[in-house]
Protein backbone atom coordinates (compact mmCIF):
# COMPACT_ATOMS: atom_id res chain seq x y z
CA UNK A 1 0.00 0.00 0.00
CA UNK A 2 3.16 2.46 0.81
CA UNK A 3 4.48 1.67 -2.36
CA UNK A 4 2.03 1.79 -4.55
CA UNK A 5 0.46 5.27 -2.98
CA UNK A 6 4.21 6.95 -3.20
CA UNK A 7 3.83 5.42 -7.23
CA UNK A 8 0.87 7.29 -7.72
CA UNK A 9 2.42 10.96 -6.16
CA UNK A 10 4.33 10.14 -9.62
CA UNK A 11 1.89 11.27 -11.89
CA UNK A 12 1.17 15.21 -11.16
CA UNK A 13 -2.75 14.82 -11.78
CA UNK A 14 -3.21 12.70 -9.03
CA UNK A 15 -3.04 13.70 -5.53
CA UNK A 16 -3.13 10.52 -2.95
CA UNK A 17 -3.46 10.43 0.48
CA UNK A 18 -0.19 9.58 2.26
CA UNK A 19 0.31 6.42 3.47
CA UNK A 20 0.68 8.42 7.28
CA UNK A 21 -2.76 9.30 6.83
CA UNK A 22 -4.40 6.17 5.76
CA UNK A 23 -2.43 3.74 8.14
CA UNK A 24 -4.62 5.45 11.01
CA UNK A 25 -7.77 3.93 9.64
CA UNK A 26 -6.24 0.62 9.71
CA UNK A 27 -8.52 -1.53 12.47
CA UNK A 28 -11.33 1.14 12.30
CA UNK A 29 -14.83 -0.31 11.27
CA UNK A 30 -15.52 1.98 8.56
CA UNK A 31 -16.61 1.68 4.80
CA UNK A 32 -13.57 3.25 2.18
CA UNK A 33 -16.37 5.22 1.29
CA UNK A 34 -17.01 7.27 4.23
CA UNK A 35 -13.01 7.35 4.56
CA UNK A 36 -12.80 8.56 1.21
CA UNK A 37 -15.30 11.32 2.12
CA UNK A 38 -14.02 12.41 5.13
CA UNK A 39 -10.95 12.82 3.24
CA UNK A 40 -12.49 14.80 0.89
CA UNK A 41 -11.19 12.26 -2.41
CA UNK A 42 -12.76 11.91 -5.09
CA UNK A 43 -12.14 8.52 -5.82
CA UNK A 44 -10.92 5.49 -3.30
CA UNK A 45 -9.42 2.62 -4.70
CA UNK A 46 -9.45 -1.06 -2.85
CA UNK A 47 -6.78 -3.32 -3.36
CA UNK A 48 -6.67 -7.46 -2.54
CA UNK A 49 -3.24 -8.96 -2.14
CA UNK A 50 -3.04 -12.99 -2.22
CA UNK A 51 0.38 -14.95 -2.42
CA UNK A 52 1.13 -18.33 -3.99
CA UNK A 53 4.22 -19.43 -3.92
CA UNK A 54 6.47 -17.53 -6.39
CA UNK A 55 3.25 -15.94 -7.86
CA UNK A 56 1.39 -12.60 -6.52
CA UNK A 57 -2.40 -12.50 -7.19
CA UNK A 58 -3.41 -8.54 -7.02
CA UNK A 59 -6.99 -7.15 -7.36
CA UNK A 60 -8.02 -3.46 -7.34
CA UNK A 61 -11.25 -1.71 -8.17
CA UNK A 62 -11.42 2.17 -8.49
CA UNK A 63 -14.54 3.73 -7.44
CA UNK A 64 -15.74 6.67 -8.04
CA UNK A 65 -16.65 8.52 -4.33
CA UNK A 66 -19.98 10.50 -4.76
CA UNK A 67 -21.88 7.95 -6.81
CA UNK A 68 -20.11 4.68 -6.03
CA UNK A 69 -19.91 3.53 -9.35
CA UNK A 70 -16.91 1.34 -10.31
CA UNK A 71 -14.71 3.08 -12.20
CA UNK A 72 -11.84 0.53 -13.23
CA UNK A 73 -10.60 -2.69 -11.80
CA UNK A 74 -8.37 -5.52 -13.11
CA UNK A 75 -6.70 -8.29 -11.75
CA UNK A 76 -3.14 -9.46 -12.24
CA UNK A 77 -1.12 -11.83 -11.31
CA UNK A 78 2.96 -11.55 -11.53
CA UNK A 79 5.97 -13.64 -10.45
CA UNK A 80 7.16 -12.87 -6.42
CA UNK A 81 10.34 -11.53 -8.21
CA UNK A 82 11.39 -7.15 -8.71
CA UNK A 83 10.50 -6.92 -11.95
CA UNK A 84 7.15 -9.02 -11.34
CA UNK A 85 6.33 -6.40 -8.45
CA UNK A 86 7.45 -3.11 -10.39
CA UNK A 87 5.52 -4.17 -13.87
CA UNK A 88 2.44 -4.93 -10.96
CA UNK A 89 2.39 -1.10 -9.71
CA UNK A 90 2.93 0.74 -12.73
CA UNK A 91 0.36 -0.71 -14.48
CA UNK A 92 -1.96 -0.02 -11.68
CA UNK A 93 -0.94 3.11 -11.16
CA UNK A 94 -0.96 3.55 -15.21
CA UNK A 95 -4.70 2.05 -15.51
CA UNK A 96 -5.64 4.21 -12.43
CA UNK A 97 -4.20 7.38 -14.69
CA UNK A 98 -6.09 6.15 -17.64
CA UNK A 99 -9.18 5.97 -15.90
CA UNK A 100 -9.51 9.63 -14.26
CA UNK A 101 -8.15 11.27 -17.53
CA UNK A 102 -4.73 11.70 -16.15
CA UNK A 103 -1.87 10.01 -18.20
CA UNK A 104 1.50 10.45 -17.07
CA UNK A 105 4.55 11.34 -19.52
CA UNK A 106 6.74 8.89 -21.25
CA UNK A 107 9.27 10.14 -18.26
CA UNK A 108 7.20 9.08 -15.50
CA UNK A 109 6.10 5.88 -17.02
CA UNK A 110 10.16 5.19 -17.10
CA UNK A 111 10.52 6.24 -13.43
CA UNK A 112 7.76 3.98 -12.59
CA UNK A 113 9.33 0.86 -14.34
CA UNK A 114 12.74 1.64 -13.14
CA UNK A 115 13.84 -1.37 -11.03
CA UNK A 116 15.42 -0.35 -7.73
CA UNK A 117 17.58 -3.55 -8.07
CA UNK A 118 18.44 -6.38 -10.13
CA UNK A 119 18.57 -8.82 -7.08
CA UNK A 120 15.24 -10.07 -6.41
CA UNK A 121 16.88 -11.47 -2.72
CA UNK A 122 17.92 -8.07 -2.21
CA UNK A 123 14.52 -7.39 -2.65
CA UNK A 124 12.80 -9.50 -1.44
CA UNK A 125 15.14 -8.59 2.35
CA UNK A 126 14.32 -5.06 1.76
CA UNK A 127 10.90 -5.38 2.17
CA UNK A 128 11.30 -7.58 5.32
CA UNK A 129 13.52 -4.97 6.18
CA UNK A 130 10.55 -2.52 5.72
CA UNK A 131 8.16 -4.87 7.69
CA UNK A 132 10.32 -4.63 10.60
CA UNK A 133 10.39 -0.89 10.69
CA UNK A 134 6.23 -0.94 10.90
CA UNK A 135 6.88 -3.21 13.81
CA UNK A 136 9.47 -1.51 15.75
CA UNK A 137 7.73 2.42 15.05
CA UNK A 138 5.39 1.06 17.06
CA UNK A 139 7.25 -0.43 19.80
CA UNK A 140 9.55 2.32 19.88
CA UNK A 141 12.26 0.77 21.75
CA UNK A 142 15.91 1.05 20.58
CA UNK A 143 15.86 -2.98 19.94
CA UNK A 144 12.86 -2.68 17.86
CA UNK A 145 15.03 -1.17 15.02
CA UNK A 146 17.46 -3.97 15.18
CA UNK A 147 16.33 -6.56 13.27
CA UNK A 148 15.12 -3.66 10.06
CA UNK A 149 19.01 -2.68 10.06
CA UNK A 150 20.44 -6.26 9.96
CA UNK A 151 18.05 -7.10 6.90
CA UNK A 152 18.98 -4.05 5.29
CA UNK A 153 22.51 -4.40 5.67
CA UNK A 154 22.03 -8.17 4.18
CA UNK A 155 20.46 -6.36 1.28
CA UNK A 156 23.05 -4.38 0.64
CA UNK A 157 25.79 -6.92 0.92
CA UNK A 158 24.13 -8.64 -1.83
CA UNK A 159 23.59 -5.19 -3.89
CA UNK A 160 25.93 -2.34 -3.33
CA UNK A 161 23.59 -0.33 -5.68
CA UNK A 162 20.34 -0.57 -3.91
CA UNK A 163 19.99 3.19 -3.26
CA UNK A 164 16.54 2.75 -1.44
CA UNK A 165 18.04 0.21 0.54
CA UNK A 166 20.75 2.57 1.59
CA UNK A 167 17.94 5.17 2.14
CA UNK A 168 15.69 2.58 4.70
CA UNK A 169 18.48 1.67 6.47
CA UNK A 170 19.60 5.91 7.43
CA UNK A 171 15.84 6.35 8.43
CA UNK A 172 16.43 2.99 10.66
CA UNK A 173 19.41 4.19 12.07
CA UNK A 174 18.14 7.94 12.73
CA UNK A 175 15.11 6.21 14.62
CA UNK A 176 17.54 3.33 16.53
CA UNK A 177 19.54 6.54 17.72
CA UNK A 178 16.48 8.48 18.83
CA UNK A 179 14.64 5.61 21.06
CA UNK A 180 18.01 4.62 22.27
CA UNK A 181 18.70 8.58 23.20
CA UNK A 182 22.26 8.22 22.04
CA UNK A 183 24.11 11.48 21.42
CA UNK A 184 23.46 12.07 17.90
CA UNK A 185 27.62 11.94 17.36
CA UNK A 186 26.60 8.34 17.67
CA UNK A 187 24.62 8.13 14.93
CA UNK A 188 24.35 10.51 12.26
CA UNK A 189 27.68 10.68 11.22
CA UNK A 190 26.57 6.75 9.66
CA UNK A 191 22.98 8.20 8.85
CA UNK A 192 24.73 10.86 6.25
CA UNK A 193 27.60 8.56 5.20
CA UNK A 194 24.39 5.72 3.93
CA UNK A 195 22.02 8.84 2.44
CA UNK A 196 24.44 10.08 0.68
CA UNK A 197 25.27 6.92 -1.28
CA UNK A 198 21.50 6.67 -1.69
CA UNK A 199 21.94 9.74 -3.69
CA UNK A 200 24.73 9.04 -5.61
CA UNK A 201 23.20 5.97 -7.21
CA UNK A 202 19.61 7.44 -7.34
CA UNK A 203 19.22 11.77 -7.42
CA UNK A 204 15.24 10.56 -7.77
CA UNK A 205 15.12 9.77 -4.27
CA UNK A 206 13.12 12.55 -2.75
CA UNK A 207 12.85 11.27 1.01
CA UNK A 208 16.57 10.90 0.73
CA UNK A 209 17.21 14.33 0.03
CA UNK A 210 14.77 15.57 2.56
CA UNK A 211 16.68 13.47 5.18
CA UNK A 212 20.11 14.55 4.38
CA UNK A 213 18.50 18.03 4.95
CA UNK A 214 17.77 16.89 8.41
CA UNK A 215 21.00 15.14 9.02
CA UNK A 216 23.09 18.25 8.28
CA UNK A 217 20.49 21.00 9.68
CA UNK A 218 20.68 19.21 13.21
CA UNK A 219 24.06 17.70 13.62
CA UNK A 220 26.32 19.60 10.85
CA UNK A 221 24.38 22.77 11.51
CA UNK A 222 25.01 23.72 7.79
CA UNK A 223 22.01 25.64 6.81
CA UNK A 224 22.84 26.64 3.71
CA UNK A 225 23.55 23.10 2.34
CA UNK A 226 20.56 21.40 4.16
CA UNK A 227 18.68 24.17 3.00
CA UNK A 228 19.33 23.13 -0.82
CA UNK A 229 18.51 19.66 0.42
CA UNK A 230 15.28 20.37 1.62
CA UNK A 231 14.26 22.16 -1.28
CA UNK A 232 15.21 19.78 -3.72
CA UNK A 233 13.23 17.04 -1.48
CA UNK A 234 10.24 19.25 -2.14
CA UNK A 235 10.90 19.66 -5.47
CA UNK A 236 11.45 15.76 -5.82
CA UNK A 237 8.16 15.10 -4.09
CA UNK A 238 5.80 18.26 -3.38
CA UNK A 239 3.42 16.49 -1.71
CA UNK A 240 5.31 14.82 0.38
CA UNK A 241 3.92 16.75 4.15
CA UNK A 242 7.00 15.46 6.09
CA UNK A 243 9.63 16.91 3.42
CA UNK A 244 7.36 20.23 4.53
CA UNK A 245 7.55 19.89 8.11
CA UNK A 246 10.88 19.18 8.61
CA UNK A 247 12.08 21.84 6.12
CA UNK A 248 9.70 24.20 8.96
CA UNK A 249 12.05 23.09 11.69
CA UNK A 250 15.13 23.67 9.90
CA UNK A 251 13.49 27.39 8.85
CA UNK A 252 12.37 28.28 12.66
CA UNK A 253 16.12 27.29 13.84
CA UNK A 254 17.42 29.74 11.31
CA UNK A 255 15.17 32.57 12.47
CA UNK A 256 12.99 32.55 9.33
CA UNK A 257 9.49 31.77 11.12
CA UNK A 258 7.29 33.18 8.53
CA UNK A 259 8.46 31.03 6.02
CA UNK A 260 8.53 28.16 8.53
CA UNK A 261 4.70 28.50 9.41
CA UNK A 262 4.17 28.61 5.58
CA UNK A 263 5.99 24.88 5.04
CA UNK A 264 3.63 24.22 8.51
CA UNK A 265 0.71 25.07 6.67
CA UNK A 266 1.20 23.44 3.36
CA UNK A 267 2.13 20.46 5.27
CA UNK A 268 -0.92 20.56 7.14
CA UNK A 269 -2.85 21.05 4.02
CA UNK A 270 -1.84 17.79 2.55
CA UNK A 271 -2.33 16.15 5.54
CA UNK A 272 -4.97 17.63 7.90
CA UNK A 273 -5.43 14.75 10.07
CA UNK A 274 -2.46 14.23 10.95
CA UNK A 275 -1.32 15.03 14.63
CA UNK A 276 2.27 15.43 13.50
CA UNK A 277 1.70 17.97 11.21
CA UNK A 278 -0.59 20.10 13.38
CA UNK A 279 1.56 19.90 16.40
Excluded at 85 to 95: A, D, N
Excluded at 188 to 215: F, N
Excluded at 226 to 248: K, V
Aim: some cysteine; overall charge negative.
Amino acid sequence: AEDLITDLFKTPQLHPKSWATMKGYRGVDVSPAEIAAAQGADYFLTCGVDETGDEVRFRAALVRTDDEDLVWTDDFRRDFSVAGMISLRSETVQEIARAVGAEGSGAQIEMLEHLPTQSDSAYKLYLRGRDADQVGIQVMEPESMEPSLELYDQAIALDSTFAIAYAAMAFSLVLHGQFASLAPRDYYPDAKRLLLRALELDTSLGSASTMLGVVLAQDDWEWPVAESFFLQGIELEPENAFAHTYYAHGLSNAGRHDEAIGEMMKAVELEPTSVFHRS
